[in-house]
Structures are given as structure tokens and as C-alpha cells.
């Protein structure tokens, strides 16, 4: 297919995002590493402040969802890739799910998260839904990154 010279030809969204999950693909396994490294320092933490979850759940994102999402349009031009480098603006490659029995443990857990981790950034779902005066998923979400003191022990140089 040509283009009319004037015209600057389309940014290839497809051959992108094949490009991002050949990159993701051979670190997924370093951010399952990393979600589960987490869930074991929480579970520790929280066993020791004798706080009782429901479950605790850890995942590296999906292959084909890290894709369709370094695919995204730009918003201030959808002629250009929201991500520019999607391995390193893309934030939840690796997660964590806190599953509490009650509200009032969440505290507990939040406490526990920014005592364990360097917190980058923080979303409280909950008082959204509640300023909203809405009902749904109620949850707060974190952007956490190790410790110093933890980055330089050995079992966890690798991640």
C-alpha cells in the first residue's frame, strides 16, 4: 500500500504491539517472580501483625493483555502509541490481590503495604465509590516498589 507523498504513513499498531510482546515474553517470568516475592512478604507481614485474609493472590500480567495494551492509542493523538516504551510505563505487569473478610481489616492490610514497600502511588477505590454514594468493587490500589534495605539482600538481587 503507498501513501500520497504528503502524507506521513500510518503508525503500525500491529507489528507495535508484536514487538512489546516479544520484549514482555522473555521477562514475564522476572515479574511472576516479583508478584510472588510480594505475596510472600505480605503473607509474612501479616501473619506476624496477626492479621487473618481471605486469600492472597499474585499473577504476572497476561501475555496477550500486556499486547492489546501497548497497543493503545495515544489520547492526545491516536496516531501514536499511548506507551512509547511499554516495558518500562506499563505499571501492572506483576500484581497482588489482598482478599479481607472484613472492611475493617483493609486498614490493617494498607498499613502493612506501606510499612513493607516503597509506595509509588496510591488509589483508594473505596472512598471514590463513597463520595459517589455507589456500590461495586471495593478496593485500594497500590504502586509499590522493595525497599532499599530488602534490594540488597541476595534473594532478591535477581528481581
Same mark, same amino acid.
Given at each position: ?60 500480567? #497476561?501475555? =496477550?493483555?500486556?499486547? &492489546? ?6 489520547? !492526545?493523538?491516536? /496516531?501514536?502509541?499511548? +506507551? ?31 510499612? #513493607?514497600? =516503597?509506595?509509588?502511588? &496510591? ?6 465509590? !463513597?463520595?459517589? /454514594?455507589?456500590?461495586? +468493587? ?22
Amino acid at each position: 500500500m503507498t501513501t500520497p507523498q504528503n502524507e506521513a504513513p500510518r503508525f503500525d499498531f500491529e507489528a507495535y504491539g508484536r514487538s512489546a510482546v516479544e520484549q514482555y515474553s522473555k521477562k514475564r517470568s522476572k515479574y511472576q517472580e516479583f508478584a510472588q516475592t510480594v505475596r510472600d512478604i505480605l503473607v509474612d507481614a501479616l501473619r506476624g501483625e496477626g492479621v487473618r485474609v481471605n486469600d492472597i493472590q499474585f499473577r504476572a500480567k #497476561e501475555i =496477550e493483555s500486556f499486547g &492489546k495494551k501497548a497497543m493503545m492509542p495515544s489520547e !492526545q493523538n491516536p /496516531e501514536e502509541p499511548k +506507551y512509547r516504551n511499554p516495558l518500562a510505563q506499563i505499571t501492572d505487569m506483576a500484581g497482588v490481590r489482598v482478599i479481607t473478610f472484613f472492611p475493617r481489616t483493609v486498614i490493617q492490610v494498607c498499613r502493612c503495604i506501606e510499612e #513493607e514497600f =516503597e509506595v509509588v502511588e &496510591k488509589e483508594d477505590h473505596i472512598a471514590a465509590l !463513597q463520595k459517589q /454514594e455507589k456500590l461495586g +468493587y471495593q478496593s485500594i490500589h497500590y504502586l509499590v516498589k522493595l525497599r532499599a534495605n530488602r534490594t540488597g539482600l541476595p534473594e532478591y538481587k535477581k528481581i
